[in-house]
């Protein structure tokens, strides 16, 4: 008799103890100091990328955990930093939701969260994606096998870019940069176009979208903008969403092209938010974090696996005072597929686009191309690679006609090679086109 009674109790404490579910306690911390944009709290426990709840006088604060030291959490606001008082209590939230994702976003402009910045109301996805990098088995990569056409002549003739290629977009200041991206957009025969503007200043991201991208491009467009008055923790995380939600279309067939205006804006963003943290600086003040962060959203682009599409990546590498050795542009050179050298001697000539074809490089154009295509654009850039290397003796008269055979030809036909390489701002040029016009010169300049 008792050891039914005692079975009957155990049953009933078991059904109990499956209906019991335990709360689980979260430890708020207390704001122990601020120090420019770094926050540091104690008392409670968050892994490195998680976010945190700080009360201050405007109301709730987000921010993220980037580093730690000890039993101090170091973190950085989200948004802009404001109506923080000591002593103010931290309560971490866990990880990062997911970022809306689906064909919805088309023709949409978010923030660096994935939040709508263009006032058409919320988005109307179905699905989201984790925010956290997909890892592809270089392996199972698709190699880069055909072009594709980004609708501006000179890239598609002589610098011939394959599909799941990254190229670099190197430039200083106020040489064209943006102008030349938005060419892409209207022109480029990719599904859909991924556009991050990051640390721009606020007044260039609307007309970028309404003049530069037109309502055309926006159309098959996803746009992120981070504008430098943006935390750089916002300007990190923006180019990361561009990419993420490349990565999506990419994963459902789509071909990508990728335009991430700039690599150089990550890599400062990613430089202070190390120094705030205390990593020590390195090269020309850039902490070692930064080389090894450039790599890793970088080769996020490229082909996807079977029945995947591809990412199509230009980034646009501002380099300072026009030095083409400055770190990031030298650090991005090692790790693209190749460069678009913009001169700003040639667009103060007002030659737009101001590509200097022989600074620049595509390093699968012989994959891409065939020998005709690739032969005549060898023989097109010998010839202006003459004419530049002489232009100095030409414009005084020091050059005598008959020295050489090469400079003569290309003083005759140094017209016609520079129209072909120059190209209005809003008249697309396809890639058939771009090699029938490229042949016919070719044809003059053997």
């Known amino acids: 008799m008792k050891t039914r009674r005692s079975e009957r109790l155990s049953a009933r404490l078991r059904s109990w103890q499956d209906n019991v579910h335990p709360i689980p306690m979260v430890a708020s911390g207390q704001l122990l100091r601020v120090v420019g944009l770094t926050l540091e709290a104690v008392g409670c426990r968050a892994p490195v990328g998680s976010l945190c709840s700080i009360e201050t006088e405007a109301g709730e604060l987000t921010a ?9 959490l170091y973190l950085m606001p989200v948004d802009e930093l404001k109506g923080v008082l000591p002593g103010a209590r931290v309560t971490p939230l866990g990880q990062r939701q997911g970022l809306q994702a689906g064909p ?13 910045l263009d006032g058409l109301g919320p988005l109307q996805t179905r699905q989201r994606v984790s925010t956290h990098a997909i890892h592809l088995n270089p392996m199972a990569r698709r190699p880069v096998q055909q072009p594709i056409d980004v609708g501006v002549r000179a890239i598609n003739g002589m610098l011939t870019v394959g599909v799941g290629q990254r190229m670099g977009l190197m430039a200083g200041s106020g040489v064209g940069k943006s102008v030349l991206l938005g060419m892409m957009t209207r022109g480029t025969n990719a599904d859909v176009i991924v556009v991050g503007l990051v640390g721009e200043r606020g007044r260039e991201v609307k007309e970028f979208i309404e003049e530069i991208l037109g309502p055309e491009g926006r159309a098959r467009a996803v746009v992120i903008a981070a504008p430098a008055d943006t935390s750089p923790l916002m300007r990190l995380r923006a180019c990361e969403t561009a990419t993420r939600i490349a990565e999506y279309f990419r994963d459902i067939g789509k071909n990508v092209l990728l335009l991430m205006d700039s690599l150089t804006r990550y890599a400062q963003a990613q430089r202070e938010i190390a120094l705030a943290i205390g990593e020590p600086p390195a090269t020309k003040g850039y902490p070692p974090s930064v080389f090894a962060k450039l790599p890793k959203l970088v080769e996020r682009a490229g082909n996807g696996g079977p029945g995947q599409g591809s990412i199509t990546a230009f980034y646009t590498v501002l380099t300072e005072g026009d030095d083409q050795q400055d770190p990031i542009a030298d650090a991005a050179r090692a790790i693209l597929d190749g460069h678009v050298v913009l001169s700003r001697a040639l667009a103060e000539s007002g030659h737009y686009p101001a590509i200097d074809v022989e600074a620049s490089i595509s390093r699968v154009m012989p994959q891409v191309t065939e020998a005709a295509h690739l032969e005549a654009a060898q023989n097109i850039k010998r010839l202006w690679s003459a004419y530049r290397q002489n232009q100095d003796l030409i414009a005084i008269g020091a050059y005598s006609k008959g020295a050489d055979p090469t400079v003569d030809k290309a003083i005759a036909l140094q017209p016609v090679l520079a129209s072909f390489l120059q190209q209005p701002m809003r008249s697309p040029v396809n890639f058939q086109d771009s090699l029938g016009q490229m042949a016919r010169i070719a044809a003059q300049c053997k």
Not at 64 to 72: K, L
């Open 64 to 72: 993220e955990v980037v580093g730690f030291d000890d039993q101090i």
């Open 104 to 116: 919805e976003l088309l023709g949409r402009v978010l923030d660096g969260n994935g939040q709508p």
